[in-house]
């Protein structure tokens, strides 16, 4: 069992950033895939960006590759999301999710089997 609570979100300007905070409780965070997805209104969830147990193997929605970058902190049981260049395009609600998959990194919903309860990003402009 892994529960997760996301922190860092916000109001900011467009061309503004933000960096998301993702921590985990339980001792086996390092075994999980980690990612990110968001929500805006009226709009399916998306996935944001996900990386590996190790953080050897990153991947990213193309609608943020070059602005976002993902990571983690194993010892600190956390995963973080630098969003950079924010567009009012990226308001949504983002949820930090943890996978059981190893073998790649997921990038859809259903193949992750724990979410926190998500943080709120809104972009003016």
């Known amino acids: 069992q892994v529960q997760l609570v996301e922190s860092g979100g916000g109001l900011v300007q467009a061309g503004g950033s933000l960096r998301l905070s993702c921590a985990a409780s339980?001792?086996?965070?390092?075994?999980?895939?980690m990612g990110w997805f968001r929500r805006a209104p009226g709009k399916p969830r998306e996935f944001v960006a996900g990386i590996s147990w190790n953080g050897g193997s990153t991947y990213y929605a193309d609608s943020v590759k070059g602005r976002f970058t993902i990571s983690r902190d194993n010892s600190k049981n956390s995963v973080y999301v630098e969003m950079n260049s924010l567009k009012p395009e990226d308001t949504a609600v983002y949820y930090c999710a943890a996978s059981r998959t190893n073998v790649a990194v997921p990038t859809t919903g259903e193949r992750y089997a724990y979410w926190g309860r998500g943080t709120q990003v809104t972009v003016s402009s």
């Open positions: 339980g001792r086996t965070f390092s075994s999980y895939t």
